[in-house]
Nanobody, 123 residues
């Protein structure tokens, strides 16, 4: 019902910045809370950030430490993850996810997932 396509990943030096994007199609975008997760090599997928339906409330994992910003534009069916001061440990595949109605931080609660975009930080 909902398709999510991430973009914006790539290779960046430590200390640099990236802006990830996720475009949703199908369904009704404003009915879904949106989240970003990531999966590093050898690790399980973990929560990064979430934003509620209106964009007025955001939630972040502790490791973000102020470097990540999630936002959404309901007129464009798009959610973004802005990352600054990238560290090598940020290297991972970043996934966009949609959760019907209420926001959440558990991967099990999300209904739809994108295919991910690779972020690689060199140092």
């Amino acid at each position: 019902q909902v398709q999510l396509v991430e973009s914006g990943g790539g290779l960046v030096q430590a200390g640099g910045s990236l802006r990830l994007s996720c475009v949703a199609s199908g369904g009704t975008f404003r009915m879904y809370a949106m989240g970003w997760f990531r999966q590093a090599p050898g690790k399980e997928r973990e929560f990064v950030a979430a934003v509620n339906r209106s964009g007025g409330s955001t939630y972040y994992a502790d490791f973000v430490k102020g470097r990540f910003t999630i936002s959404r534009d309901n007129t464009k069916n798009t959610v973004h993850l802005q990352i600054t001061s990238l560290k090598s440990e940020d290297t991972a595949v970043y996934y966009c996810a949609a959760k019907f109605l209420s926001d959440g931080r558990s991967r099990a609660d999300y209904n739809y997932w994108g295919q991910g975009t690779q972020v690689t930080v060199s140092s």
